[in-house]
Nanobody, 114 residues
Framework: QVQLVESGGGLVQPGGSLRLSCTAS????????MGWYRQSPGKQRELVAQ??????TYGDSVRGRFTISRDYAEKTLSLQMNSLTPEDTAVYYC?????????WGQGIQVTVSS
């Protein structure tokens, strides 16, 4: 079993920045994939950023603005989000894969609005 706890969401103005964190109950070394997804009302959940076998992938809409990183000592996966736009408004989910099974955080709201 894996527990994931997200933090760092909230309300930010367009052009601003936020940093999301996801703290895992287990060492990050046991996960062969970890990442962030998001879901807006009426839309499907979409990939934001993922680290799979040390290869980082970004969704087209966030590439160049968002950066995913991990801290093994803190067992934390982070997402630095810059140059935010209203289209980035969504619930963001932390995700990891362990022995073929996905685990999800509870989700955290990010709202970009003036």
């Amino acid at each position: 079993q894996v527990q994931l706890v997200e933090s760092g969401g909230g309300l930010v103005q367009p052009g601003g920045s936020l940093r999301l964190s996801c703290t895992a109950s287990r060492s990050l070394l046991v996960f062969y994939a970890m990442g962030w997804y998001r879901q807006s009302p009426g839309k499907q959940r979409e990939l934001v950023a993922q680290i799979l076998n040390d290869i980082t992938t970004y969704g087209d809409s966030v590439r160049g603005r968002f950066t995913i990183s991990r801290d093994y000592a803190e067992k934390t996966l982070s997402l630095q989000m810059n140059s935010l736009t209203p289209e980035d408004t969504a619930v963001y989910y932390c995700n990891v894969f362990l022995t073929g099974s996905p685990y999800w955080g509870q989700g955290i709201q990010v709202t970009v609005s003036s």
